[in-house]
């Protein structure tokens, strides 16, 4: 059986290397600001694990405190070594599951290197499968557009005309000023 837990400041630095390989250097927060958001609480890694063994299977990496209630899912991956076992869909419905009293869970698709965009509608069928709907956003990552999902648990999908500004807010977490001017660039949705 899989079960989830908090990662320590140890562990990240065990599995960053493992994020450096499955996200693109654009997208990723520098290891620091990782654990200095880890500090103040503002974001969590999270862990999935075989019970039995011991063994961890899965990462997350959450943003869990903003001021609208919800949570962004920043990074999520199975090991490589357990891939196509169906390790996600057990992974994922453990995170939906820990988030349960939020107003919703985000989910960012950013794909640099995906020139017929295999990967990304493979993304978006695999979040679309727990409820997740694309909303209207105006954001880039390291130059990259954002496509942003969310999953609405008790509160609304219909955030597009804040999302920016929830957006923001977790980014000026985890960011100084100058990093979050260099990695991000977020609009307000124009109707």
Known sequence: MLKLRT???????????????????????????????????????????DEESGIDLAYALVVKRGLYGYVLLKYFGVHPWYREQGLGVQAMRLLNKRYINKQGILAELTVFDDEDDQLLRKLRKFFARFGYVK????????????????????????IDSYAHRIIR??????????????MIDIKPVKD
Do not use: W
């Open 7 to 49: 990662g320590t400041h140890r562990e990240l630095e065990k599995y960053y290397p493992l994020l450096q390989a499955d996200f693109d250097d654009k997208e990723l927060l520098p290891k620091l600001y990782i654990h200095k958001a880890m500090l103040k609480g503002d974001m969590e890694l999270c862990l999935i694990y």
């Open 135 to 158: 909303i209207k956003s105006d954001y880039r990552i390291g130059g990259s557009e954002v496509e942003l999902m969310v999953k609405p648990i008790m509160g609304t999908e219909n």
């Open 169 to 182: 807010d977790f980014y000026t977490r985890c960011l100084s000023p100058a990093d979050m001017e260099k």
